[in-house]
């Protein structure tokens, strides 16, 4: 056990010494140069995380902008329209009602690639002040509001919708459903063939355990920073990066845990296809993953609900407890 730590930690260490530099950002020009432009879109920046030229992916089915630009429109009427019009014939040019302005609507499809190209700042919309006008081409361009449109768009970037599929909580309370059935089936068909399983067969080896605390500690982490640290999250949900030392210390603390858990996975793939034959190996590891899956599921669930944290402690305290039975048989 002694020396599966002592690898365990050489890895981690070669991780820190591998890893990119700190980076500081892009040095941005003088303040005082800057024009009053400049700085509102730096402070929409900071507050929304986002600004001209970033680009989105759509994931709704559909997402409906218009051509005219919010200050030449009646906000109210318009508003009302839409609602009332759009989704019935989201593709034609209508009347508003009251009104003489003729709105002409575009939909963007599931998939396609957008730009944000402007965004507006309307007081006198009561519904959301901020417009953003978004293209898909240099044809293809629409105005729609914030709020609409951030709820059928998703970063054009693989680590965001990365998280967007970890992040929806009604897929986590069906794969948390459907996990725990099939790896009890699975537990139970393992131990009554007599073959290994982490925690109650297991192999003379630290690194499956490991593996699960890793995991079980990364999805606390990563809920918690979801409950007391949203806005830094967003940020990194706009901004993902796989650099630990260029963010704050909590997602830097979550980006190593991850490269930790993949470090990890690897040494123990090694090491069970040492200790095992290739088909108890493979048996072992489905095993293996079921309950990773099980820890990932339940932990970041119950830790929105704080029960995750009492719960993570008791289950190092049983982890090791069978790792220490283990290495004593």
Not at 86 to 102: A, D, T, V, Y
Not at 114 to 136: E, F, G, H, M, N
Not at 176 to 194: H, Q, T
Not at 261 to 280: E, M, N, R
Request: glycine share 4%; hydrophobic share 45%; proline share 5%.
């Amino acid at each position: 056990m002694r020396r599966s730590i002592l690898h365990l930690s050489l890895l981690l260490l070669s991780l820190l010494l591998t890893s990119s530099c700190y980076n500081r950002g892009p040095i941005t020009p003088d303040a005082w140069n800057l024009t009053e432009q400049q700085l509102d879109s730096i402070s929409f920046y900071t507050t929304h995380h986002y600004t001209q030229n970033y680009n989105f992916v759509v994931t709704g089915d559909s997402l409906i902008v218009v051509a005219q630009e919010p200050d030449a429109m009646s906000i109210p009427d318009v508003v009302s329209a839409l609602n009332s019009q759009l989704e019935s014939n989201p593709n034609s040019q209508f009347s508003i009602p009251n009104s003489q302005l003729s709105l002409d609507s575009i939909t963007l499809r599931k998939h396609e690639r957008i730009v944000v190209a402007d965004i507006r700042t309307v007081p006198s919309d009561t519904i959301d002040s901020v417009w953003v006008k978004v293209a898909r081409d240099q044809l293809t361009f629409g105005w729609i509001h914030e709020n609409e449109l951030l709820a059928k768009v998703s970063p054009d970037d693989p680590i965001s919708q990365f998280i967007d599929l970890f992040s929806n909580v009604h897929l986590l309370v069906f794969l948390a459903f459907c996990v725990v059935i099939v790896a009890a089936y699975g537990v139970r068909r393992l131990m009554r063939r007599g073959a290994k399983i982490v925690h109650f067969n297991d192999i003379p080896s630290f690194y499956p355990t490991a593996l699960c605390l890793l995991v079980a500690s990364s999805a606390v982490l990563y809920s918690s920073i979801q409950l007391f640290g949203p806005e830094s999250w967003r940020h990194f949900y706009y901004h993902p990066s796989l650099n630990p030392f260029g963010m704050p210390l909590h997602l830097g603390l979550f980006v190593t845990s991850v490269w930790a858990i993949i470090i990890v996975a690897i040494a123990t793939v090694d090491d069970v296809t040492k200790h095992l034959p290739l088909g108890s190996a493979i048996l072992y590891l489905g095993g293996l993953l079921a309950v990773c899956a099980v820890c990932y599921v339940v932990f970041s669930i119950t830790t929105l609900y704080y029960i995750g944290y009492p719960l993570l402690i008791a289950y190092y305290i049983f982890a090791l407890r069978r790792l220490s039975l283990q290495d004593s048989i």
